[in-house]
């Protein structure tokens, strides 16, 4: 009855064969085939949607036509639009896009035929990993020397040796203790500010 685009082959026998089991294809690729390869045309005749194969809707289309009274004169480059209009291009004729996924990052999957780095065509959510919005740069912070930087304090952490970091921890206990020693300082003065100003006793003051 016809081929598409695919290369499936279809068939009908209303001759040998009871109504409903008349009708079948032979898969154009038998190893990545399954119901979702049959074009959304295919489809209709195969379930018994109508009874005019893709390759003769033409005919019964203009065959229908010729009933049609024209209301009034279009520019319209189609004179119908019962039918497929568009020329949709799928990846190996695949109109089932979940297929058409990696089977790990970068690989591709040779199953299908995707080749490595192609792009998946399955649908994700905006929110998703995988979806491309998702994706943000990773912007660096600082870094060790010219070939360690890093993009958190954590991953500084990580990027140091033993010995680096027992110096950081060093420095970072010498720094606190300058800190709590500034403070203290503060205070002391700040008391003896009050004092000379003549506030009085302070409670809690030596």
């Not at 009874?51 to 480059?77: N, R, Y």
């Not at 040779?110 to 065509?121: C, I």
């Not at 959510?125 to 600082?142: C, F, L, V, W």
Request: aromatic share 10%; with cysteine.
């Amino acid at each position: 009855m016809g081929v598409d685009k695919g290369g499936n082959r279809y068939y009908e026998n209303r001759v040998d064969y009871p109504f409903g089991q008349h009708r079948w294809l032979e898969p154009g690729d038998s190893h990545n085939f399954d119901s979702s390869s049959i074009p959304p045309e295919w489809h209709g005749w195969m379930t018994h949607m109508n009874d005019a194969p893709p390759t003769q809707e033409d005919e019964f289309l203009d065959a229908g036509k010729e009933h049609v009274i024209k209301m009034c004169h279009s520019d319209a480059p189609d004179d119908h639009a019962v039918g497929l209009q568009a020329d949709v291009r799928n990846f190996k004729f695949m109109h089932n896009q979940s297929q058409i996924r990696s089977r790990g990052y970068g690989m591709g999957n040779p199953v299908v035929g995707l080749p490595p780095g192609a792009k998946d065509a399955y649908y994700t959510q905006p929110g998703s990993p995988y979806n491309d919005a998702s994706y943000r740069k990773t912007e660096m912070i600082g870094q060790l020397d010219d070939n360690r930087a890093y993009k958190s304090l954590k991953w500084a952490d990580r990027l140091r040796t033993p010995e680096e970091k027992e110096a950081f921890e060093k420095r970072f206990a010498k720094e606190q203790a300058k800190i709590l020693s500034d403070a203290g300082n503060q205070k002391t003065n700040r008391l003896k500010l009050l004092k000379s100003r003549g506030r009085g006793t302070i409670v809690g003051s030596q």
